[in-house]
């Protein structure tokens, strides 16, 4: 007579139900006094999945003031910016290292003791699961009714030709099986072991990948004029930020000459003035002799060399402006690039002469010209551009001579004009001279003083930021990796089958199956099932001695499974 059974699992079944796991057992008696007995009682705290997944918790918490708060490796300026803002608040961050999170003491500390953890955790683990490949599964309990998923069936077939069948049948389905006394033993779902521990080892390579990004990284940024070039040297960068490991010498070396520049907008509905598309065309160059190669770099659609990203991050006008002193000689000829201010690109800049100007009088100045460059220009006393493509460009120049400082010492910005030792030119009314100039215009200074030219050529600039991030292939790898490995650890399961089949007290076969799943899921008693089903068809049943109950010709499939 066939049955199935599906009762609870009594908790000792023996070697059958060990080893499904390779998680470390923690032993039930607390710790032995004295400092040896007290450190592996840490350790094997430190060691544990729960302290691991805490300390990963605490990790991604302690990432957040990185990412709210300025951060001093980032922008100093913007923590200066803070520290001014905010009086009280700035003494308690600097205590708790928050304008450094990354490099500070509690957050190293956390992510040194998750990196031990894990390393802790796993090693353990793999010498137990390389055990666990090398054994075999270990053979059925003397009870397998007991089991979760069990069934039963009489047939005329041999025991040997049972177990044979089965041997086959298990094989065939990517069981790993083996003869076990008067049973089969089988076992299926070692991937979700080596899932698990592919997760833990990708958290292992993240980290270190997240170590290696912050001390060989670096980050530096570049405006680049059309028919300039750029290479990749630090002395070129207009900013520049690196790891605490990082050398001049771990620069890629490459160059490139930006031969032009597009961008289009949206030149109508609500959305007008909305960026379309913008692109640089380069020629560039890998080391010092390298072959010139042409190529456009979008937004998002980054140039690779080697370990170095080329990323277009901004764009301007430059407007060519040729100055000459009082006798028409030329003292300053160049693009100027101008910072755009909003989304029309309404721009502002400085011109500063620095040599070879003399005014009227023969004398040598220097000349600092404030410059508002409106690609749009919408008529009237309208100061800002209505529109970011050049239309009706128009640039608003303020000229003063004196002393510009820039022999004092003391740094400045090429966007900014100091006015402490300078003075204004003024008009025939005796107002401050300021003029609008298209292209193609001159605007003379007074008494003589020379003039200033805006060219009709307009060039435009393209900011780039170049990145270098040893680590970021090893972290793409590590995160998909970690991903894979966790849905093989949740979707699969590891189960055992064993096929019992030996002669019963009247000399016909009694065949039993069982499974057993390291969680309880429908899946073991379907497999079970359908396993049951296929061994029968090659091992039908036997009529049942009773003549009462013939009802028994197949076996009653493994719960949740249709025989077939």
Known sequence: MSKTETENTEPDIGEAGSQLSTAPVEPPAAPGLGVVGWARWFWRQLTSMRVALLLLLLLSLGAIPGSL?????????????????????????????????????????????????????????????????????????????????????????EPEEVRAAALKLLKKRRFRAHPAGDAVAAEK?????????????????????????????????????????FANSILQYDDFKSGSLFTTDDLVPFSFDLKDFHASYQTSGPSK??????????????????????????VNEPLHIDDAKVYLVSHGYAPVITVRDGKGNVVYHDAVPLLPLDANVTSQGVVKVMDGYKNAQGVGEQLGISAFFLPTYGGGSSVLSTFPALQNPVLNLTPYHGDLGVNSGIP??????????????????????????????????????GSVTFEKDVKEWAGFEIVQEPGSGWALGGALTAIFGLAASLFIQRRRVWVRAVPGPD???????????????????????DLAGILYDQAP????????????????????????
């Open 69 to 157: 708060i300025p951060q001093s490796g980032a922008d100093i300026s913007k923590v200066d910016d803070f520290r001014k803002a905010h009086k009280t608040l700035s003494p308690v961050y600097d205590k708790l290292g928050l304008f450094h999170v990354y490099s500070s003491v509690w957050f190293s500390a956390i992510y040194i003791l998750l990196f031990v953890s894990l390393i802790g955790c796993i090693v353990p683990r793999t010498w137990q699961f390389v055990g666990q490949l090398r054994g075999r599964p270990p053979g059925a309990p003397k009870r397998l009714d007991r089991l979760p998923a069990y069934t039963t069936w009489r047939t005329t077939a």
């Open 189 to 229: 779902g070692y991937v979700r072991e080596f899932g698990n521990l592919a997760f833990h080892i990708a958290l292992i390579v993240l980290l270190i990948a997240f170590a290696s990004g912050q001390m060989y990284k670096s980050d530096g940024t570049k405006l680049v004029v059309e028919g300039d070039g």
């Open 273 to 298: 003035g909305t960026p379309v598309t913008f692109s640089a065309d380069i020629a560039y160059s890998e080391g010092a002799y390298g072959k010139s190669k042409r190529t456009t770099i979008k």
């Open 412 to 449: 400045q910005s090429v966007y900014q004009l100091d006015k402490t030792h300078m003075k204004e030119f003024k008009d025939s009314k005796g107002a401050q001279l300021r003029d609008n100039l298209k292209p193609g215009q001159t605007m003379q200074l007074p008494d003589g003083a």
């Open 507 to 529: 000399g016909v076969t009694v065949v039993e199956m069982a499974g057993l799943g390291r969680s309880e899921s429908a899946k073991v008693p379907e497999e079970l099932g």
């Open 541 to 564: 049943g036997a009529p049942d001695p009773d003549e009462d109950d013939r009802s028994a010709e197949s076996p009653v499939p493994a719960e949740g499974a249709e025989k077939r």
